[in-house]
DNA sequence: CGCTGTGAAGATATTCACAGCG
DNA sequence: CGCTGTGAATATCTTCACAGCG
């Protein structure tokens, strides 16, 4: 409530389902790696095998781009690429810069897969006064005071977050005044941004609790009338588990301070 | 191709829809929030702007849980927590297992959201020798030789894996062979796991390629007529922008070699 | 003949809008 | 009267299955 909208409304871009733009780079990825070993070209069938989906949906996925195969014989891999990449907007160089140096701010540092897709890491940036001036993947840290005129030197319209959960929204208000319209958030918060702004998240307790939730439906098969349903039927006035305890600060990722 | 399935089948658990599993934590989250504010009960329309979605959705979602509302007043936040932390499957403990322990699987060894939400790092496992015994996050690194046994002595059923992309698939095959049934993987490659496994992928370069889309997109936009649409007409011969240079492994991100 | 491209069917997910309980 | 819970309407996504091009 309050800083107007929160999350992206399905955009709803030129024609192309948000479903089918998510799964592009999936299928760029695995064009990527035929092209490094010279495949020339591949069936539907091969392409969505490397990619982990169902060549029907990967042939219907590339209908919305145009019709870039050839009946009888596959698609041409170096073409898809090129297409691909033109469609995310790949083609173009974007810079982007980094808030909140710590552990998780240095993996994405080095992280290989950002350079080598278009994405330039221009800055990274920290509160820590002691982190300033001091390198990580060969880029000198800054500090926040920085933030906005690093934006705008550098025409920076994406931004990553991975400070702590308290101080996300008010960098993300930073990056937003300064110019960023895309925002990746690391930080276990839902962030309020303006309309136009759009905002994906990865947040790795959440991944991790969807996969809790499944793997509890799994031994809950297992033992099915083995054990019992022994806990069910609680009274109106909980039970309560490990809520309220530990540390002050709820959710937030261990990285350095920012 | 080979090793069978591959993606989860949208396993449709109880009743619950995929979807709505999905939200849990982040209302989980919210709610935990209010929980420590020792806010008895919320509406659903004050949750949903908490967790940064509306509130018919998530009304919807309870429903699936069962009525755990007062009308005309709202939900009890105590219960609630309860109720959802108890669907997740909580309100018990999971060891977990993380896997290639460079910048990435540190930060996630320190990542304050796994402890707090009944995630237990169980042990920390690396290929690299050099690291054996080395703490990171008050727990010793151990070598991969004995992954086998610490999964086994400890009943780990979930791991993560944070290696590099190239020895990701053989790690998950050892998990999976030890006993693994749920895996976190942030490595950039489609892993193949055998029926009843699930993975669940992290992947920070294809977030920021969907942004870059909807930013190229809203880039197109305020140009419009403006510099007009120079580049489409490509010969069937592609024109290839940064595909097959650079380093001879794809999308590794750069943490420690496992 | 093989494989793409796609209408049409089916499955899921979201949103609306309101009946009905506290 | 306020707010939940939910059928019904709508929108989105996936899968099927096959016409038709190379």
């Given at each position: 409530?309050?800083?107007?909208?929160?999350?992206?409304?399905?955009?709803?871009?030129r024609?192309?389902?948000?479903?089918?733009?998510?799964?592009?780079?999936?299928?760029?990825?695995?064009?990527?790696?035929?092209?490094?070993?010279?495949?020339?070209?591949?069936?539907s069938?091969?392409?969505?095998?490397?990619?982990?989906?169902?060549?029907?949906?990967?042939?219907?996925?590339?209908?919305?781009?145009?019709?870039?195969?050839?009946?009888?014989?596959?698609y041409?891999?170096?073409?898809?690429?090129?297409?691909?990449?033109?469609?995310?907007?790949?083609?173009?160089?974007?810079?982007?810069?980094?808030?909140?140096?710590?552990?998780?701010?240095?993996?994405?540092?080095?992280?290989?897969?950002?350079?080598?897709?278009?994405?330039?890491?221009?800055?990274?940036?920290?509160?820590?006064?002691?982190?300033?001036?001091?390198?990580?993947?060969?880029?000198?840290?800054q500090?926040?005071?920085?933030?906005?005129?690093?934006?705008?030197?550098?025409?920076?319209?994406?931004?990553?977050?991975?400070?702590?959960?308290g101080?996300?929204?008010?960098?993300?208000?930073?990056?937003?005044?300064a110019?960023?319209?895309?925002i990746?958030?690391?930080?276990?918060?839902?962030?309020s941004?303006?309309?136009?702004?759009?905002?994906?998240?990865?947040?790795?307790?959440?991944?991790?609790?969807?996969?809790?939730?499944?793997?509890?439906?799994?031994?809950?098969e297992?033992?099915?009338?083995?054990?019992?349903?022994?806990?069910?039927?609680?009274?109106?006035?909980?039970?309560?588990?490990?809520?309220?305890?530990?540390?002050?600060?709820?959710?937030?990722?261990?990285?350095?301070?920012?």
């Amino acid at each position: 409530m309050a800083t107007g909208r929160t999350h992206r409304p399905a955009t709803r871009s030129r024609g192309i389902p948000e479903a089918t733009v998510a799964r592009l780079p999936l299928y760029l990825r695995a064009l990527t790696a035929l092209s490094e070993r010279s495949v020339p070209t591949v069936s539907s069938e091969e392409l969505a095998a490397a990619a982990g989906v169902n060549s029907a949906k990967l042939r219907k996925d590339f209908s919305y781009l145009g019709s870039y195969g050839t009946r009888g014989v596959g698609y041409d891999v170096e073409y898809l690429v090129y297409q691909i990449s033109r469609e995310l907007g790949l083609t173009q160089d974007w810079p982007v810069v980094i808030v909140g140096i710590g552990n998780l701010g240095a993996a994405l540092a080095n992280y290989g897969g950002f350079a080598s897709r278009g994405f330039r890491v221009a800055a990274l940036i920290d509160a820590d006064p002691a982190m300033a001036g001091k390198p990580v993947a060969g880029i000198p840290v800054q500090h926040t005071d920085e933030l906005e005129k690093i934006i705008e030197d550098n025409g920076v319209s994406i931004g990553v977050i991975a400070t702590p959960a308290g101080a996300a929204q008010q960098v993300c208000d930073r990056l937003v005044a300064a110019g960023v319209t895309s925002i990746l958030n690391f930080a276990p918060t839902v962030l309020s941004v303006p309309d136009g702004v759009d905002v994906r998240k990865v947040d790795l307790s959440i991944e991790l609790q969807i996969l809790a939730f499944h793997e509890q439906r799994k031994a809950g098969e297992e033992a099915a009338a083995a054990a019992g349903a022994a806990v069910d039927g609680i009274p109106a006035t909980a039970v309560r588990k490990q809520s309220a305890d530990k540390g002050p600060d709820g959710d937030v990722p261990a990285v350095m301070p920012a």
